[in-house]
């Protein structure tokens, strides 16, 4: 169970994808303090992502939890690997 709505936790699971590509699947876990098994399971859906998650997230990325949930961050178009925003 999460206090976040399903749209939120959709965009706050994109920021994790986005972060974990961007910093690396090792180095990510270790950098929000998580345990790298539960940042898989939030990858794949099979366990929620919860407030405090969205929190770390977004103090790692340096946006507002506000940007995570509501899929301000990343920027749409954002390559994970480079950073580079494609434009429209």
Same mark, same amino acid.
């Given at each position: 169970?999460?206090?976040? !709505?399903?749209?939120?936790? =959709?965009? =706050? &699971?994109? =920021?994790?994808?986005?972060?974990? /590509? &961007? /910093?690396?699947? !090792?180095?990510?876990? *270790?950098?929000?303090?998580?345990?790298?098994? !539960? /940042?898989?399971?939030?990858?794949?859906? &099979? /366990?929620? +992502?919860?407030?405090?998650?969205?929190?770390? +997230? =977004?103090?790692?990325?340096? +946006?507002?939890?506000?940007?995570?949930? !509501?899929? *301000?961050?990343?920027?749409?178009?954002?390559?994970?690997?480079?950073?580079? +925003?494609?434009?429209?």
């Amino acid at each position: 169970m999460s206090d976040l !709505t399903r749209e939120e936790q =959709a965009h =706050a &699971r994109e =920021a994790v994808r986005f972060l974990s /590509i &961007r /910093i690396g699947a !090792t180095a990510f876990p *270790k950098a929000i303090h998580a345990d790298p098994y !539960t /940042i898989r399971r939030v990858l794949d859906g &099979r /366990i929620p +992502v919860s407030a405090s998650l969205a929190v770390r +997230v =977004a103090r790692l990325a340096s +946006v507002g939890v506000d940007d995570v949930l !509501t899929g *301000k961050f990343p920027p749409a178009g954002t390559c994970p690997h480079c950073g580079q +925003v494609r434009s429209p």
